[in-house]
């Protein structure tokens, strides 16, 4: 059964860093586009970052380009997303995301992890 695990959610105050991480199971994660979204109270979930299978392409929102860094490590089937310089408005709670290519993900991933919550305090 195909898995997304996250972790490393937490506080952090206003300009400071976190980093997620996620793990895939059950299913071929290197073949797979991989991407961060997230979803903040009484919002819609939106696209934060996405890093394609094979050349490992990165794509970012405009609200995070600069401030985040997505990678990925095939060999241990994980994801990752660097946050800094964090805003009270990237407070969310973020998921990962599988797809079987980069436009899957965007639209329709077949994969999603269950979330870990980001705060941002003042």
């Known amino acids: 059964q195909a898995q997304l695990v996250e972790s490393g959610g937490g506080s952090v105050q206003v300009g400071g860093a976190l980093n997620l991480t996620c793990t895939g199971s059950g299913f071929t994660v290197e073949n797979y586009a991989l991407g961060w979204y997230r979803q903040a109270p009484g919002q819609q979930r939106e696209f934060v970052a996405a890093?394609?299978?094979?050349?490992?392409?990165?794509d970012y929102a405009a609200s995070v380009k600069g401030r985040f860094i997505i990678s990925r490590d095939d060999a241990k089937k994980s994801l990752y997303l660097r946050m800094s310089s964090l805003r009270s408005e990237d407070a969310a709670v973020y998921f990962c995301a599988a797809g079987a290519n980069s436009r899957i993900l965007r639209t329709a991933p077949n994969y999603w992890g269950q979330g870990t919550r980001v705060s941002v305090s003042s």
């Open positions: 890093i394609s299978a094979g050349l490992e392409i990165a």
